[in-house]
């Protein structure tokens, strides 16, 4: 599945119309966040994770989403099950991330 950009303004539809939900948070200054982009790619096209939706979202644009998530320091990675937080962290660990996807998928 392709990656979703998303901001504050369609952030809660996209949350709404999908089960399963995995966000990184990123800022353009982020060379961590650069870095983990095509892990991220990976994932979202592992079909193994078919059914998760995948978001990149500009921690710097989208305070309201960043908010939702208690997003502390990038880039962070957010999983949301039926519109609710079930859990987040900042890290830039492969191994991590997909953990936090597999528990959601």
Known sequence: ??????????FQDVLKSNERVVV???ADWCGNCRLFSPKFKRMA???????VAFLDVNAETSP?????????????FA???????????ATSKED?????VRKLA
């Open 1 to 10: 599945m392709a990656i979703i950009q998303a901001t504050d303004t369609d």
């Open 79 to 89: 999983v949301f099950k039926n519109g609710e937080l079930v859990e987040g962290a």
């Open 96 to 100: 991590f991330v997909l953990d936090m």
């Open 45 to 51: 096209a592992n079909e193994e994770f078919a059914n």
């Open 64 to 76: 309201e989403a960043r908010k939702l998530a208690g997003v502390t320091n990038l880039p962070y």
């Open 24 to 26: 990184k948070y990123f």
